[in-house]
């Protein structure tokens, strides 16, 4: 049994989280309770097969296990292409790409305002995240451009249609 599965046993009475409690969790965490641990309100979170704490207001996360502190580098580094975004928030998954807003979405994919999937200049298969593709590959990949792309096959297909349907009139 891994360590996050023995402390879900030994909190068996889970809060109703608040507002509030989700205020404190950083996105990376896609396990999480709220329980009462020697009278204070306690967020608990799966981090791989552990377990960790905080107690808000703090935003200090501390493996269950070895009473060691977490940094927020190390929640980060959780999230893919983190090093590609900037203005990154832990806590709302909010960033920027190319000067355009995206957020990390809970089924861990980057994601444009508009909900389309961010395309990154590189695959995380191509190496570590400092490490950018080639020029060539990055064109593959403009949003801007497969967004003119798609307007114009809209157009095409609109001037299609209205062509079709012009015909069947007369």
Known sequence: MIFWEKVLLKYPTKLQASEEDTEYLPIVFSKWFVAYNQGERV???????DCV???PP?????NYDTSKDISPETLTDLVPY??????FDLYMGRAKYNNKDVI?????QWKYRN???VHFNETLTEGTNSELSSDKDSEKSNPDKDT????DLLRQAETTVTSA??????
């Open 82 to 87: 983190f090093h590609q975004v900037t203005n």
């Open 43 to 49: 967020i608990f979170a799966q981090l791989h097969d």
């Open 53 to 55: 704490w905080s107690v």
């Open 165 to 170: 349907i012009q015909k069947l009139s007369s």
């Open 115 to 117: 909900n389309r999937t």
């Open 148 to 151: 003119a792309q798609v307007k």
């Open 104 to 108: 990390w979405t809970p089924i861990h």
């Open 58 to 62: 703090s935003k200090t996360w501390t």
